[in-house]
C-alpha cells in the first residue's frame, strides 16, 4: 500500500459489529480520493452509510513520492510475511 494513503483508507466491514466476520471492500472518502492525483488509485463510486465513496479495485500509485521506484518491494516485504504465517 502506497504511504500516503495509509492513514485514508477505511473498510466497509460486512458486520460493523463484529469486525472478525471480514470486509467488503476497502474505501476512500470523497475528498480524500479527490485529494490525490488522478491516476492514484483505480476506483468505483459507491455509498457507505449514505455518503459517496470510492471502493478501491487497484492502487496505482502514480505521481505519489513513495512509489518513484516502483511499489514491488513492498508487495514481496508483505508476500514474504504472509508465507511465513502459512
Known amino acids: 500500500l502506497a504511504e500516503e494513503l495509509k492513514e485514508f483508507v477505511k473498510a466497509k ?3 460493523p459489529s463484529d469486525p472478525t466476520k471480514g470486509f ?3 474505501y476512500l472518502d470523497a475528498a480524500d480520493y479527490n485529494s490525490f492525483p488522478e491516476g ?9 452509510e ?6 478501491m479495485d487497484a492502487i496505482i500509485g502514480e ?4 512509489t518513484a521506484g ?17
Open 13 to 15: 466491514w460486512s458486520d
Open 24 to 26: 467488503d471492500f476497502l
Open 40 to 48: 492514484t488509485v483505480v476506483a468505483r463510486e459507491t455509498t457507505v
Open 50 to 55: 449514505g455518503k459517496k465513496v470510492y471502493a
Open 63 to 66: 505521481g505519489l513520492k513513495s
Open 70 to 86: 516502483g511499489i514491488g518491494v513492498e508487495n514481496l516485504k508483505g508476500s514474504g510475511l504472509i508465507a511465513g504465517e502459512t
